[in-house]
């Protein structure tokens, strides 16, 4: 079974500065899914950013990029200007594809609370 | 607008009284699911369906039911409620095999006394 570790339980970033969540995973699967969501204390889980495995371009929205490195199976999550609206729990999460065999499941991890200090 | 609606938003209750979350996405979404957000734990899957009909348990499904008898609608049932049940659920929706991520509901806090 699929497992995503976040480390960072908590992180905290100066407003304007940029901050990196890490986020690994444990599969045996060779394509797959890789998404962080975004829970602000309003509670809902905002898509932020995906990541197909099989594309070696790492995907970037906006200020949002994600760092790929599938070797070693690392998908770490980089914010750049951090504004207060940031703040929030941030989930690193991973999709299997059914054509693999994989259950049609997100799986998560513990998330990583994002303090940003005006 | 497309979304995934959940159904109530806050709920407290008493051990043992069955209740329902309910679920509805109109997405046509042909996979849908049921978590539940613990402090600690991230969130965990406790039931999914494929499609009509089809349902299947995910990691922690003991104490509760689901059914999927239309496409858009995918309710949780809890029979018996217990003060472990007390958590942050979210019902979300997806197509199958897809790189989008799933759409969630708004939650619903569940508090069993």
């Known amino acids: 079974a699929q497992t995503v570790t976040q480390s960072q339980p908590e992180m905290s970033v100066q407003e304007a500065e940029t901050v990196t969540l890490s986020c690994t995973y444990d599969t045996s699967e060779s394509d797959y899914y890789l998404f962080w969501y975004k829970q602000p204390p309003s509670r809902q889980m905002i898509l932020v950013i995906r990541?197909?495995?099989?594309?070696?371009q790492n995907a970037t929205e906006n200020r949002f990029s994600v760092n790929f490195q599938k070797a070693a199976k690392s998908f770490s999550l980089k914010i750049s200007d951090s504004q207060l609206g940031d703040a929030a729990m941030y989930f690193c999460a991973y999709r299997s594809l059914l054509t693999q065999g994989g259950s049609e499941k997100l799986v998560f991890g513990k998330g990583t609370k994002l303090t940003v200090n005006p | 607008e497309a979304q995934v609606t959940q159904n109530p938003r806050y709920l407290i209750t008493v051990t043992g009284k069955k209740l329902t979350v309910t679920c509805s996405q109109n997405?046509?979404?042909?996979?849908m699911s049921w978590y539940r957000q613990d402090p600690g734990l991230g969130l965990r899957q406790i039931y999914y369906?494929?499609?009509?009909?089809?349902?299947d348990k995910g990691d922690v499904p003991e104490g509760y039911k689901v059914s999927r008898k239309e496409k858009r609608n995918f309710p949780l049932i809890l029979e018996s409620p217990s003060p472990n049940q007390t958590s942050l659920y979210f019902c979300?929706?997806?197509?199958?095999?897809?790189?989008?991520?799933?759409?969630f509901g708004s939650g619903t806090r569940l508090t069993v006394v």
């Open positions: 369906s494929m499609n009509v009909e089809v349902t």
């Open positions: 979300a929706s997806s197509r199958q095999n897809t790189n989008y991520g799933y759409t």
């Open positions: 990541q197909e495995a099989y594309k070696q």
């Open positions: 997405m046509n979404h042909e996979y």
